[in-house]
């Protein structure tokens, strides 16, 4: 039986950290798609694993785009204005 999109992108989240743009790639559908398996991926495992998210951040100033609830990279920091700006990383942690 072949596994669903959500199966294998758990399998994917554990063994590394994905940006959403490489997620969506991989899988060949948008963002948006993206976004709405790992809110179902999350609550689907939180009984063995936690969803990480790691906001994007400027590598100008060190600014972290904490209040941001999509993964998508802002184009360019409010503090610095310059344009290195990281992406949002994903992963799933194994609960200990
Ligand atoms: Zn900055």
């Not at 063995?48 to 951040?57: A, D, E, F, G, V």
């Not at 999509?70 to 310059?82: A, G, I, N, T, Y």
Request: include cysteine.
């Amino acid at each position: 039986m072949q596994e669903t999109r959500r199966e294998q992108m758990i399998g994917l989240l554990t063994e590394g950290s994905w940006t959403l743009d490489s997620l969506a790639k991989y899988f060949d559908v948008t963002s948006k798609i993206i976004e709405d398996d790992l809110s179902h991926i999350e609550k689907s495992i939180k009984k063995t694993h936690s969803l990480k998210q790691i906001p994007p951040y400027c590598e100008g100033c060190g600014f972290v785009f904490k209040n941001r609830s999509r993964l998508q990279r802002p184009s360019r920091c409010p503090e610095c204005k310059r344009e290195r700006v990281t992406e949002g990383t994903i992963e799933l942690v194994l609960k200990s």
